[in-house]
């Protein structure tokens, strides 16, 4: 089930990006070629791309595409065995503090936004709660994933 949300938390990101393109494209054709830009592009792309920062995230570490720092597993020449389980355990609990508390505080926020009903200061008047939303779902799955290793570390660790 995780897999499945996160692959289709990548595919809405991938359809974003496109849209994203899409977006961006005609308003340069239309702000430079017909002098008439869309006024709605930029909170709409700006939008996409808080999108596309969270959406990806639990993908890519499940497939270990997120930045890695191994110079202390290089040093003691851990390629297998104790210290590489070591180390991703607490990568992975690093990723799971880090995405709790960004899941807390985007549900905080969210909910705080929606009651109070609070708006993007812009032309289209964006909910900011459905930012807000998005950093939460981004958080909650990168959080499922990084449990996730955690586990398969610890299991390695003991077996």
């Avoid at 570490?61 to 110079?71: A, M, P, R, T, Y």
């Avoid at 389980?85 to 705080?112: D, H, P």
């Amino acid at each position: 089930m995780l897999k499945s949300f996160s692959h289709g938390l990548r595919a809405a990101a991938a359809l974003s990006v496109a849209a994203m393109f899409l977006i961006v494209t005609t308003n340069v054709l239309a702000r430079y070629v017909f002098n008439a830009p869309l006024h709605w592009a930029e909170e709409v792309s700006a939008l996409i791309l808080i999108l596309v920062g969270f959406f990806p995230a639990a993908y890519l570490w499940e497939k270990g595409g997120h930045v890695s720092f191994d110079l202390i597993s290089k040093k003691l020449g851990a390629r297998r065995g104790f210290w590489p389980a070591i180390m991703t355990g607490f990568t992975s609990l690093a990723g799971i503090l880090f995405s709790a508390v960004l899941a807390w505080q985007g549900c905080q926020s969210a909910w705080l936004s929606y009651r109070q009903n609070i708006r993007e200061p812009s032309l289209l008047g964006t909910p900011l709660w459905v930012l807000q939303a998005i950093m939460f779902l981004g958080a909650i799955a990168l959080l499922a994933a990084c449990v996730k290793t955690f586990i398969q570390a610890w299991q390695r660790r003991r077996g």
